[in-house]
């Protein structure tokens, strides 16, 4: 049984395993390198980012498939659970097979280091096209576009600079408005 804790808990087990694992009501699994990687869940506030940017993608990318808590296999041995994944089309899977033209990681302070340094990287390597982030803490988001396989930024939003709007190749260009993301 998982123990309660706000942390996020590594446990070992084999990629057969981590398919079959459970870890509770609310708990989210990632997997790698052979360590589950077992969050929390999340808070409301949360997930009222990733909600208020889901309806903005449909609203804005006409086409474009934005999921919330869809795996992504970002390496040989590396499956993540972004906030948010946009990808081309819709597929019954467990993990999408696509590149996706987006992610979005929603920060909490027990996840902060992995979605940032770990998770920026991976996602990088796989060639997802933009990486955007939401610090609720920092009030702001960023959004990095993969450019020659490194992130350059595109936009950076915040309380000083709350409304902007980024480009999604050629499917649509999205207008963002922080304080509408982040709730009151």
């Known amino acids: ?13 084999s990629f057969d395993d981590y ?25 409301i506030m949360h997930q009222y980012a990733g909600t208020a940017l889901v309806v903005l993608f449909r609203q804005h990318l ?4 934005p999921l919330m808590d869809i795996g992504v296999r970002t390496a040989g041995s590396k499956y993540r659970i972004p906030d948010v994944t946009v990808i081309e089309r ?12 987006i992610v979005v990681e929603v920060l909490s302070r027990s996840t902060r280091a992995e ?7 991976e996602y990088l390597r796989a060639g997802v096209g933009q ?12 959004v990095l576009a993969n450019a020659e396989h490194e992130w350059t930024p595109l936009l950076e939003l915040s309380d000083a600079n709350p409304t902007g709007e980024v480009a999604v190749g050629d ?7 922080l304080p509408t993301i982040l709730g009151p």
């Open 1 to 13: 049984m998982l123990e309660s804790t706000d942390v996020p808990q590594r446990i070992p087990m």
């Open 19 to 43: 398919m079959a694992y459970d870890p509770g009501e609310g708990y989210r699994a990632e997997w790698a390198d052979g360590v589950a990687i077992v969050t929390p869940p999340a808070r």
């Open 62 to 65: 006409p086409g474009l498939m």
């Open 90 to 101: 819709l597929e019954d899977a467990v993990f999408t097979e696509q590149v996706p033209l």
């Open 115 to 121: 979605d940032t340094l770990r998770k920026s990287v």
């Open 131 to 142: 990486y955007w982030i939401v610090d609720r803490d920092s009030r702001t988001l960023t």
């Open 171 to 177: 499917h649509g260009t999205v207008p963002l408005d």
